[in-house]
């Protein structure tokens, strides 16, 4: 699940909402996005000490990142993205449990795209959905990063830095839609979990309290999500369900 977004904020606008540097750079991006899909270069934030003075408190900062983590030991891109990971287990799986003690971070979004299943008949269809929060204001999803570079390559080569969405089980209404769901984290959240000084609260990594999801519209939306090249503004627009012949059949 959540395999694709759409995030419409110039990264220079997300910096200043939540008192951030911006480390990105325009040619890395393409904002706004409607239809944002694995493998992309996308914004996440990150807290972290300066190399100049380690000491001081670790500040908020927007990264540009692959989406799709690769473990530090993986020896070359090629492989399946690993684009969304299970907040329950990701302290015991090999590829993620390194990046949870210390590389944390958050994935701005203004909603995600999810195929709901509709129709009891013998031909159920996939409609296309997109949750995001009905005040229209933007969501920050709990993520984890890493730095690879290819095997044998030395310091001197540039690293590819890269992230992972973070699930947990769908509460509230969002469980009609599906059974997973991104973790969503308030702000008051946001510091405790992006701090890269030690392990974080095994709390964090929970469900999203049900009044989050009761924030959250459940929009159906075009098929025309369903084709990655296909952007703009018309794919997070309501559409009546079962409406055009392009829905995705499970048959």
Not at 111 to 127: F, H, L, S
Not at 167 to 183: E, Q, Y
Not at 187 to 206: C, E, K, N, Q, R
Request: net charge negative; proline share 12%.
């Amino acid at each position: 699940m959540c395999g694709r977004y759409a995030v419409t904020t110039d990264p220079a606008l997300l910096a200043a909402e939540i008192d951030a540097l911006d480390e990105t750079e325009p040619a890395d991006l393409d904002v706004p996005g409607y239809n944002v899909a694995p493998t992309t270069t996308i914004v996440t934030v990150v807290a972290r000490h300066s190399k100049d003075r380690p000491e001081a408190p670790a500040t908020r900062r927007l990264r540009a990142m692959r989406w799709g983590l690769l473990p530090h030991w993986q020896r070359t891109l090629s492989g399946p993205p690993l684009f969304n990971a299970r907040a329950e287990s990701v302290a015991e799986k090999p590829a993620f449990r390194s990046a949870v003690k210390n590389k944390r971070c958050l994935i701005p979004m203004d909603g995600w795209y999810e195929w709901q299943v509709i129709g009891d008949g013998p031909k159920p269809r996939k409609q296309p959905t997109y949750l995001t929060p009905a005040d229209g204001t933007r969501m920050y999803i709990a993520g984890l990063w890493s730095v690879w570079r290819p095997a044998g390559a030395g310091l001197d080569i540039p690293p590819t830095l890269s992230a992972t969405v973070l699930t947990t089980d769908a509460v509230g209404p969002l469980r009609a839609v599906h059974d997973r769901m991104p973790l969503v984290l308030t702000p008051d959240l946001f510091d405790h979990w992006l701090s890269p000084d030690g392990p974080a609260d095994p709390d964090l990594l929970l469900p999203p309290a049900v009044e989050v999801a009761e924030r959250i519209e459940i929009r159906p939306v075009s098929a025309l999500v369903n084709t990655v090249s296909k952007d703009g503004p018309q794919l997070i627009e309501r559409t009546e369900p079962g409406s055009e012949p392009g829905q995705l059949s499970l048959l």
